[in-house]
C-alpha cells in the first residue's frame, strides 16, 4: 500500500538558487506553488522562484481538511470556486500526479428555521450559477447518510440540508507537490528554509525580497504569505484588513472506507470526512481570539469531538490519531484578497482564512495570468484589496463557515 | 508454550475465542501467553511504546493491548490481517444516554509541579520539587494514566482508570525516559519478536517463550515460518552470517528517548529531563525491511521517495508515511535519522515534531463533560408549549416559530389583537450625568432631543459606518435611558457601549436588564381595549412610553410599532410574566386574541418593510444602502462610523436594499433577482411573504447592479419594485 | 437534588465607592458584588445608596441553588477554571458551560440567571 502510494509520487527537482529571477513568489503553500506552475505552464514564465521560510506545504496547505466545494451564496465566489473546483477535476490528467482527488458530495446540514432558509437560498443561488446543490429533507440526510442522528443528541435535531453534488476531497500535500512539481520541472526554483524578512525598493516600486541567506531581485514579488502576511504586508508598509486566528483539526486512525460524504454543520461549525486512508478527518470553527500559535488546544479538540459526534455517533468510540493547528488569514468579508496592492511590483493572494485550499488552482490560475499579462483577470477582479476602499465587500460568511 | 497461567484469574475473548489470563496480566500478555500475536506480528516492546499490540478493545479499535489489564468479559478483536477495522456501528439504543461523553467522568486537579514518567528521573524530578516545598503530581502510564497531550497553560490532559483528568500545573517535566529501540531489518514484522525489556516482563509473568535467542547489533534479519520468527540471522564482524533458531527472538538494540511529548510540548513551563532529553546514539541505518512498523514503509519506500526529490525529513516522513502512525515515529524516527544521515553523509537531521495525542482517547472521551451553546428560555416558554407552539432557536433563545398557524396569526394582528413573547430583545438602562454625551456619540441620530417619556428608532453603527444592530432610544429622565437592541445582536451591544463608555472615560453608568425583564409585544386594531381591561387608562402616544400596572405588573409600556399596528411593549419583571401573559390572553379572549410566533412577525415586519439586522444586512450594510439615511444625522459632529459614512458617500454606490412585489405565491427567500434584460444575476431576496391582505407576493432584498432596475425577475417572474412600506405607507395605524 | 429557585433582591449599579458605603434593607441579604460597579443582593428589600445616578433596580432575573457539600462536589466537577481558595468570595464562571456565579460557603450560593436555569439543571442532571 505504501509503495503503491511512493510509486504515484511525482519528481521535485531543486536547483542552486540565483541571486535575481523575473517573479519571486514569498511562501511556498499551495496557492503560491500554484502561482508559480501556472506561470510555467501557461505563459512560459520559468524564471521564478517560490521562497519558503520552512518546506514546501508546511503551512496551511498541509493542515487543511481538503474540502473543495463551490456551495458559496454569492454569484462572484460561487463562480470562483467553482471554477477552482472544476480545475481540480482535471488536475490529475493535467498535470500526470495522483492527488487523491474524490467525488464526496457536501452535505450541509441545518438545525434551526434560520439555518434551512440560508441553505434553501444557497440552493438556489448555486442552481441559478449552474452549480449542482439541491435540497434534502431530513429523510434524505438519513438516506445520504445512514450514520446521521437525526435527533442531533437530543439537542440539535436536523431539519434539512443542502447537497452539494460535486464537492469533493484532494490529498493536500500531494496538491502542493503535484504544481511543485510541475512547476520545478520546468525550472521554477523552489527555495526552502529561507524566510524572507523584508523587500528591496527602489523608489516607490518593490524590486526583490531580503532573505535571511540575502537578497533576491525580482520583477514582480508575490506575496502568497499565509500566516504572517500581515508581517510581510507591513515590509511593503500596506495595513491589511485581516486578522489571524488560529484553526484545529484532528484526524481518528484508519478504517475501511464507510461515510462517502461530507457532512458539515453550520449551527454546530463542525464537519466531517473520510481521508484516502480511512481516517476521519474533523474541523470546526476558528479559535476567536487572534493569534499566531500552532499548538493544538484541548478546548478546540474536545468542543469539536462534542459536536461532530453529536451528529455522527458513531464517531464516539473512535480514536484521536492527532490533532493539529494552522494559522488562517481572516480578512474582514471573510473573502480571498487578490491582486494589486497600488505598491508597485508587489502583488498580494492572501485572506483565505479557512477556505483557501479549494481555490489553490483557480487563485493560481489567476495570479500567474496577472503576473503574466498585468491585467485582472475578471474572475479575481471583485476580489482586489481596493475593494474595502470602495466599501464593495464580497461578504459571504455563512458560506466560508465550514471550510 | 501453550502452558496453562499460573494463576487463572478469568477469562477474555479473543476474536471469539476465550483465553484464560492471569493475575496482573495485561490483555497484550495474557495473548501471548497463548502463544499467539495481540496484533500481527512486529516487535513487542509491552511498554506501551510501539503500535504492534494495536487491537480493538471492548468496541474501541487501535488500543495498545499491553496498556489494558485483561479483566474478565474483556472483548478483543484483532484488525483485519493486512486492512483496517470497519467503523464502528452505532447501538442506536445506547444514544438514549444522552449527553456526548456524559458516562466518563471529569477530574480535575492542579499542582505546582506536575512530572509525567517515575522512572529515575521522574523520581528525582519529583523529589527535587518536593523538597523546595512545592506540590507535585506525577503521572506515570504503568500506574494507569496515560498522558494524552501538554497543552498551552501549561496544562496535560491524561486518561486514567477513573476516567479523564485534566491537569493545570505551573511547570511540566517531562520525564518519559527512554524507548527500547526497535529493529528494521527483514523478518522485523514477524511475530514472536520482542525487546529485552517485554522479555523481561513476560518471563516475570511467568510466560514460556519457548526457545529464545538474543540478539543485538548484530542483527541481519529475521527468518520465519507461518508468520512467526523461526531463526534468527545475524553477521559477525567478518562479514558471516549465522543462522540461529528460535521461537522468541528477544532484541537488545539500544534505547532512544521517549520523547513523543518533549517534541510536542513547546508549551511554556514545560521541560524534559532524563533520557527523555538527552541524545542518544542513533541506531545503524536500515538497509532492508519495515522502517515504520505502523504505516509499513520500508527502507525501499524512503529510497523511492528520496529519489523523487523528498529530501527533507518533513517532506519524506509525509511522503514515505514512516511516522504518521499511531506511534507518532516513536519506532521509526531513530532509524529514519539514521538513514538520512548516511543518505547524505551528515548529521542526522532533527527530530520532527509531535502533536497530541501521544497516547489516544476516543471522541466520546475528548468530548466528556463538555458543554457547548447554551439556550435560554424566556419565562413564557411552557406557556408556548401549552399553546402548542413549534419551538425553534433564535438569537441564542428558544423563540416560538409559529403556535400551528402563521396566517391565524397575522390575522389576528392587522384585525383583532395578538401577543408575542419579545422577552428576548436586548435591554439596558444607562445612567449618568454624561449619558447624553456617551450615546450622542454611539448613535448616529439625535438624542439630546429625545425628551423624558419620550422614545427614538436608532441604528447602532460601527466605526466603518456599517450597520451592527437597531432598536430603541428611550428616555427615561434627564440623564437616565432605556436602550433595547435586537435579540440575536444583545449580547455585542453591550460590550459595544461599554467598551466605547470606558474608552472615552465618561461616567456612565450601565445596567443590563437583558435576562432581568421579559417583555410582551401587545398589537393589533383592538389593543387598546384589550390594555384597557387590564387597567391601563392612559395609553402612551406613539413613541412614548409611561410606566404602569397592567394586570397587577408593574410594566415599563413602550409605544412603537414592528408590526404595522398599534403596538405596545410590556417590559416587566420576570416573575409576573406568566400571570401578565395569562390575563393578556384571558381579558382578550372575545376580541379573538391569540400568540403570534416569529414566521407571522417576520410578514408582518414585511409588509411595513422594517428590516431585520442580521437577515437583511450584510456585515458592509450601510444606512444609505438600506434606504435609511433619514436614521442617520450628519450634521451631528460626531457619532461612530460618521467618518466612514462621510468618505463613502462620496463613492458610487451600487447596492440598494428595496422593495419588490408580484402577483402569486411568495418565492423562497434566498431567491436570486436576475436582470429582466439579461438574466444576469443582480442580487438575492432577504425577505419574501405572500401577504394575506395584500394577495400578492412581497420581497425585499439586495439589487447590487447599477443602474438600479425598476423591473427584475425572481423566481422566473417579474416583480416590480415597490416602495416600502407595503402596507399603511402613511403609518397611520400605527400612530392609531 | 438542589432546587433552584427563582430569588428576588435588588441589583445596583453605582461608582464603586458608592456601592462600597451601601446600606441593604431586608433580613439574610446576601450581596454579590458582580463587578467593581454593580451588586447583585440577593433577599435584600431596598438599598439606600450614596450616588445620584445610581441604577437601582429590583431584580427577578436570577435563580439561586443553596447547595450542601455533596451538591457541592457534584458541581466542581463541571467546573473547568480555578475557584478562589477563601470562602464567600464571588466566583463567576461557566459551570457545565453555563455562566454562573457561586459564592463559596455553607452553604454554597449558585446563581445564574434564570433563563439558563433549565438548561444548568438538566446538564447537572438535577
Ligand atoms: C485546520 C485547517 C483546515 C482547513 N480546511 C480547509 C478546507 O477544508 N478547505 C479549504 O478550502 N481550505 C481549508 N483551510 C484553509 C487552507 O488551508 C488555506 O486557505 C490554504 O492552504 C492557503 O494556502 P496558502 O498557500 O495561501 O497558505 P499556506 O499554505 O499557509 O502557505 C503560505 C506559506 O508561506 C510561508 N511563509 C510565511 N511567512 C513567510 C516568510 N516571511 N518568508 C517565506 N515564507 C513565508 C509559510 O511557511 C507557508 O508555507 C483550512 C485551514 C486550516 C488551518
New binding site residues.
Given amino acids: 500500500m505504501v509503495s503503491e502510494h511512493i510509486a504515484s509520487l511525482q519528481p521535485i527537482a531543486w536547483h542552486e538558487p540565483r541571486d535575481s529571477y523575473d517573479v519571486v513568489i ?7 506553488l500554484s502561482t508559480a506552475y501556472y506561470l510555467a505552464t501557461r505563459h512560459g514564465i520559468t524564471n521564478v522562484a517560490v ?4 518546506y514546501i ?5 498541509g ?5 473543495i466545494r463551490s456551495n458559496y451564496a454569492i454569484p462572484e465566489a460561487i463562480r470562483f470556486y467553482d471554477h477552482s473546483r472544476q480545475l481540480y477535476a482535471g488536475l490529475e490528467a493535467e498535470t500526470g500526479a495522483a492527488i487523491f482527488h474524490r467525488v464526496k458530495g457536501h452535505v450541509w446540514i441545518a438545525h434551526t428555521e434560520m439555518g434551512m432558509r440560508t441553505e434553501r437560498g444557497r440552493v438556489l443561488m448555486n442552481q441559478a450559477m449552474g452549480v449542482d446543490t439541491e435540497l434534502l429533507g431530513p429523510a434524505d440526510v438519513k438516506r445520504l447518510v445512514p450514520q446521521v442522528d437525526l435527533t442531533g443528541a437530543g439537542r440539535y435535531a436536523v431539519l434539512g440540508a443542502s447537497h452539494h453534488v460535486p464537492a469533493a476531497t484532494a490529498r493536500h500535500d500531494r496538491v502542493a507537490w503535484a504544481f511543485a512539481s510541475g512547476a520545478s520541472s520546468r525550472g521554477v526554483h523552489l527555495i526552502q528554509h529561507r ?2 524578512t523584508g523587500l528591496l525598493r527602489d523608489g516607490d516600486r518593490v524590486v526583490g525580497v531580503e532573505t535571511a541567506a540575502g537578497p533576491i531581485r525580482a520583477g514582480v514579488v508575490l506575496s ?5 502576511v500581515s508581517q ?1 504586508a507591513a515590509m511593503a508598509r500596506i495595513r491589511l484588513p485581516v486578522r489571524t486566528h488560529p ?3 484532528f484526524v481518528t486512525n484508519d478504517f475501511e472506507q464507510g461515510l462517502d460524504k461530507i457532512v458539515a454543520s453550520t449551527e454546530l461549525a463542525c464537519y466531517v470526512s473520510q481521508t484516502e486512508r480511512g481516517q476521519m478527518l474533523i ?1 470546526a470553527e476558528f479559535d476567536s481570539q487572534p493569534s499566531f500559535s500552532r499548538l493544538s488546544s484541548f478546548d478546540a479538540l474536545r468542543s469539536y469531538a462534542y459536536k461532530i459526534s453529536a451528529l455522527l455517533p458513531f464517531l464516539r468510540s473512535m480514536r484521536i490519531l492527532r490533532t493539529w493547528a ?1 494559522l ?1 488569514d481572516i480578512s474582514a468579508d471573510f473573502s480571498p484578497i487578490m491582486g494589486e496592492t497600488g505598491v508597485d511590483g508587489f502583488l498580494i ?1 492572501t485572506g ?9 488552482p483557480a487563485g493560481g490560475e489567476a495570479m500567474a495570468e496577472l503576473i503574466a499579462t498585468g491585467r485582472t483577470p475578471g474572475l479575481i477582479a471583485p476580489f482586489g484589496l481596493d475593494r474595502f476602499r470602495h466599501d464593495l465587500a464580497m461578504a459571504d460568511q455563512a458560506s466560508a463557515g465550514t ?1 | 508454550m501453550t502452558d496453562a497461567p499460573a494463576e487463572v484469574a478469568g477469562r477474555i475473548v479473543v476474536d471469539g475465542r476465550p483465553i484464560e489470563f492471569a493475575d496482573g496480566d495485561s490483555v497484550a500478555v495474557a495473548i501471548v501467553r497463548t502463544g499467539e500475536v495481540p496484533g500481527h506480528g512486529g516487535c513487542l516492546c509491552l511498554a506501551g511504546d510501539c503500535g504492534n499490540c494495536l487491537a480493538e478493545v471492548d468496541g474501541v479499535a487501535y488500543v495498545r493491548t499491553c496498556q489494558v489489564a485483561a479483566r474478565p468479559g474483556t472483548v478483543v478483536v484483532r484488525h483485519p490481517a493486512g486492512g483496517k477495522p470497519q467503523l464502528p456501528v452505532v447501538d442506536w439504543r445506547d444514544l438514549t444516554l444522552m449527553p456526548v461523553g456524559s458516562k466518563i467522568a471529569v477530574r480535575r486537579t492542579e499542582a505546582d509541579v506536575a512530572v509525567i514518567g517515575g522512572g529515575s528521573s521522574g523520581q528525582s524530578a519529583v523529589e527535587a520539587a518536593r523538597s523546595a516545598g512545592r506540590d507535585v503530581l506525577l503521572l506515570d502510564a504503568r500506574d494507569g494514566s496515560e498522558v494524552v497531550g501538554i497543552y498551552p497553560g501549561p496544562s496535560i490532559v491524561a486518561r486514567d482508570p477513573g476516567g479523564m483528568l485534566h491537569v493545570r500545573a505551573d511547570e511540566i517535566v517531562v520525564a518519559t525516559g527512554s524507548v527500547e529501540i526497535q529493529p528494521a531489518c527483514p523478518g522485523s514484522d514477524l511475530g514472536g519478536i520482542v525487546t529485552a525489556g517485554a522479555a523481561e516482563r513476560l518471563e516475570a509473568a511467568g510466560v514460556d517463550l519457548g526457545r529464545v535467542v538474543h540478539v543485538g547489533r548484530e542483527l541481519l534479519r529475521f527468518e520465519g515460518d507461518a508468520g512467526r520468527v523461526s531463526a534468527v540471522v545475524t553477521v559477525g564482524m567478518d562479514a558471516t552470517e549465522t543462522t540461529t533458531p528460535c521461537e522468541t527472538a528477544v532484541v537488545d538494540l539500544g534505547r532512544a528517548p521517549r520523547d513523543v511529548l518533549a517534541r510536542m510540548s513547546r508549551a511554556e513551563g514545560v521541560s524534559a529531563v532524563g533520557p527523555a532529553a538527552e541524545d542518544q546514539p542513533l541506531p545503524a541505518p536500515p538497509r532492508d525491511g519495515v522502517v515504520c512498523p505502523c504505516m509499513g514503509t520500508t527502507v525501499d519506500d524512503l529510497e523511492a521517495a528520496w529519489d523523487q526529490g523528498y529530501t527533507d525529513l518533513e517532506l519524506l516522513k509525509r511522503a514515505s508515511w514512516a511516522g504518521l502512525g499511531p506511534c507518532q515515529g516513536g519506532a521509526c524516527l531513530p532509524h529514519v535519522r539514521s538513514w538520512i544521515a548516511a543518505r547524505t553523509s551528515g548529521p542526522p537531521p532533527a527530530p520532527f515534531t509531535a502533536r497530541p495525542a501521544a497516547r489516544q482517547i476516543t471522541l466520546a472521551e475528548a468530548a466528556a463533560d463538555v458543554a457547548i451553546d447554551a439556550f435560554r428560555r424566556t419565562p413564557l416558554h411552557d406557556e408556548h408549549l401549552t399553546l402548542g407552539a413549534r419551538m425553534d432557536r433564535f438569537g441564542g433563545w428558544w423563540r416560538p416559530w409559529h403556535y400551528g398557524d402563521a396566517v391565524a396569526e397575522y390575522w389576528a394582528v392587522r384585525e383583532g389583537v395578538s401577543v408575542g413573547d419579545v422577552s428576548t430583545l436586548g435591554k439596558l438602562v444607562v445612567s449618568g450625568p454624561d449619558v447624553v454625551e456617551a450615546l450622542e456619540r454611539i448613535y448616529p441620530c439625535h438624542v439630546a432631543d429625545i425628551k423624558p417619556g419620550r422614545s427614538r428608532y436608532a441604528l447602532l453603527l460601527n466605526e466603518r459606518g456599517h450597520v451592527m444592530d437597531d432598536g430603541m432610544i428611550l428616555r427615561d429622565a434627564e440623564t437616565r435611558f432605556t436602550l433595547t437592541f435586537t435579540s440575536g445582536g444583545a449580547a455585542n451591544a453591550e460590550m459595544w457601549l461599554r467598551d466605547w463608555i470606558q474608552t472615552w472615560g465618561l461616567r456612565v453608568h450601565v445596567m443590563d436588564r437583558t435576562m432581568s425583564l421579559a417583555a410582551i409585544n401587545v398589537t393589533g386594531p383592538l389593543v387598546k381595549t384589550l390594555l384597557a381591561r387590564l387597567g391601563l387608562e392612559d395609553a402612551p402616544r406613539f413613541l412614548g412610553h409611561i410606566r404602569a400596572e397592567i394586570a397587577g405588573v408593574p410594566c415599563h409600556v413602550m409605544r412603537l410599532s414592528f408590526t404595522g399596528e398599534t403596538a405596545f411593549e410590556l417590559h416587566h419583571p420576570l416573575d409576573g410574566s406568566v400571570a401578565l401573559w395569562r390575563a393578556l390572553m384571558d381579558a382578550g379572549r372575545d376580541l379573538g386574541v391569540r400568540p403570534h410566533g416569529l414566521q407571522a412577525l417576520f410578514g408582518l415586519r414585511l409588509e411595513k418593510g422594517h428590516v431585520i439586522v442580521g437577515m437583511d444586512t450584510e456585515l458592509d450594510t450601510t444606512p444609505r444602502r438600506l434606504g435609511m439615511d433619514w436614521a442617520v444625522r450628519m450634521e451631528k459632529p460626531a457619532f461612530i462610523g460618521r467618518a466612514s459614512l462621510e468618505r463613502t458617500a462620496k463613492l458610487d454606490d451600487s447596492r440598494r436594499w428595496v422593495g419588490f412585489s408580484m402577483d402569486g405565491e411568495a418565492p423562497t427567500e434566498g431567491s436570486p433577482i436576475r436582470s429582466v434584460e439579461n438574466g444576469e444575476i443582480i442580487g438575492n431576496v432577504t425577505g419574501s411573504w405572500t401577504s394575506p391582505l395584500l394577495r400578492k407576493a412581497l420581497m425585499l432584498g439586495w439589487q447590487r447592479r447599477t443602474p438600479f432596475a425598476d423591473r427584475v425577475e425572481i423566481d422566473g417572474r417579474e416583480a416590480v419594485v415597490t416602495p416600502t412600506p407595503f402596507y399603511d405607507p402613511e403609518g397611520h395605524r400605527a400612530r392609531a | 437534588m438542589p432546587a433552584l429557585e427563582p430569588v428576588e433582591g435588588w441589583r445596583v449599579v453605582a461608582t464603586p465607592s458608592a456601592l462600597d458605603g451601601a446600606r441593604w434593607n431586608g433580613d439574610d441579604v446576601d450581596v454579590l458584588r458582580i463587578a467593581p460597579d454593580e451588586a447583585l443582593a440577593l433577599g435584600a428589600t431596598g438599598v439606600e445608596i450614596d450616588d445620584p445616578d445610581a441604577i437601582v433596580e429590583p431584580e427577578a432575573g436570577f435563580s439561586v441553588a443553596m447547595l450542601d457539600v455533596d451538591d457541592w462536589h457534584g458541581v466542581v466537577d463541571h467546573i473547568d477554571w480555578p475557584l478562589p481558595e477563601e470562602p464567600t468570595v464571588l466566583a463567576q464562571g461557566k459551570v457545565a458551560g453555563v455562566p454562573a456565579r457561586i459564592v463559596l460557603g455553607e452553604p454554597t450560593l449558585l446563581v445564574v440567571q434564570a433563563a439558563y436555569a433549565n438548561e444548568l439543571r438538566s446538564r447537572l442532571g438535577w
Fill in positions: 514569498i511562501g511556498g503553500g499551495g496557492h503560491g521562497v519558503e521560510v520552512d506545504a508546511s503551512g496551511n496547505t493542515r487543511n481538511t481538503t474540502i524566510p524572507v502568497a504569505v499565509g500566516g504572517w510581510v484553526l484545529h483539526a474541523g494552522g488562517c493572494t483565505w482564512g479557512t477556505w483557501g485550499f479549494k481555490a489553490i471550510r
